[in-house]
């Protein structure tokens, strides 16, 4: 029996129209994919673009605040943003005021403005953390300070979570399986074995993250406070303070990634659950959707970092290097869009329009749950939520894989593409910006509804 207790046949049955009805509906699109692939790998500009429920890519015109355009001319109201890119909506007037702003004043010189200032001061006023650095990506950033955190406790292996999500980070390509710490399936070339110098352990078992840190090799602990990708499982009460507990017992570092968790509050589950990390990594939304990533540290830790570079520099001649930055990180426009999105865009307002919102699609497929007898679950935090096709919300990142049903979820996310409404793909992951209305929670819950409702009356659908 399948984890959502839906039979393949009749999702097979039900996906099969979704995928005519889009080729009917998308001629454009279909051409421009064709076109495409003569030039893009895949068809695509990267390759898990063409990853979605769509039976070729979905190319998009336009977007602004909660909606965006395809080039055929349909209209869709937007729930993935990005995946967290656009947290914030599309094209916010201060982000678009600033990327005209600055596209005339140089977009990258290798050198910092007074944007930067004001941005470390926004940073530090708002998360806790005194000293911020800026790279181009959340990837970068927590590269970065993976970097730091070897250099500074003068251990080699990074503990994570299975399941976790930390940007294509080579160390952080690990899972947990029987006890053992395995790499990830489906890595691409990967040339030395990360189990060496990487260790997986299940979120939420305070019995395994001691007996990891207990070996005393452990740099650091890199953790979302919230789990987000594997599909969403949510922290047991306490248990991100015993992570900053025992990491602290055993002489390893905290490092909290809320690069989607950044979406519970405006200072994020580290400011609002007080978790006190030594480096805290915000990616994607933090400049409004121009690349950008930060990190930010303690007092004690930039003091470490000064002297882990005297170490590291001991004895060399010329210039040294850290392995860190590129020549945009921090470039002019980065940084002055940031500063827009700090000061005007991602405010205590926004977070108070989004919030309850997301609450409202969480009631929402409960409800819808219910009235269809299914056995799932839903879980939320913040502005973001998400269903789920098991009966009680997951502990584990195992657990949570193990409710995956990925033809039913392609198939119910391409009933929703055909009738104007995205969500995040890969799982069931909902995120509202603060151009999003209760009109369009109540689109999205209606659409659902009238998707099962068609689903369950295939004939043999329930197993």
Known sequence: MTASAISPAAVERFAAAERALFLARNPKSVALAE???????????????????????????RAKGARFYDVDGHEYIDFCLGDTGSMFGHSPDPIAKAIAEQGHNGLTTMLPGEDAVVCGELLAARF?????????????????????????????TLLVFDGCY??????????????????????????????????????????????????????????????????????????????????????????????????????????????????????????????????????????????????SSEGSHGHGHSGMGTTLSANALAMHCMRANLEQVMTPAAYAHMLPLAARLAAGFRRLIGKHALKWSVTELGARCEFQFCATAPRTGAEAEAAFHDELQMALHLYLINRGILITPFHNMTLCCPSTTEQDVDQLIGMLDQALTELLAIPGARE
């Open 166 to 311: 930390h940007g294509t980070v080579d160390d952080v390509m690990v899972r947990h399986r029987d006890g053992q710490t395995v790499a990830r399936s489906g890595l691409v070339g990967q040339a030395y074995d990360l189990t060496q110098y990487s260790r997986s352990i299940p979120f939420n078992d305070v019995a395994a993250l001691e007996a990891a840190l207990a070996q005393g090799d452990v740099c650091a602990l890199l953790c979302e406070p919230a789990m987000t990708n594997i599909g969403m499982v949510l922290p047991e009460p306490g248990f991100m303070q015993q992570c900053r507990e025992l990491t602290r017992k055993y002489g390893s570092l905290l490092i909290i990634d809320e690069t989607h968790t950044i979406s519970t509050d405006i200072g994020g589950c580290t400011k609002l659950w007080d978790l006190e990390p030594d480096f805290f990594v915000v990616g994607k939304p933090i400049a409004g959707g121009v690349p950008c990533g930060i990190f930010g540290c303690s007092a004690a830790m930039a003091e470490a970092m000064t002297e882990a570079r005297k170490r």
């Open 128 to 156: 806790g953390l005194p000293f911020w650095q800026v790279t181009a990506t959340a990837t970068d950033s927590n590269r970065y300070v993976l970097r730091w955190a070897r250099a500074i406790t003068q251990r080699k």
């Open 35 to 61: 076109r495409a692939r003569h030039s893009l790998y895949g068809g695509v500009p990267m390759h898990w673009m063409a990853d979605w429920s769509t039976p070729v890519p979905l190319f998009v015109e």
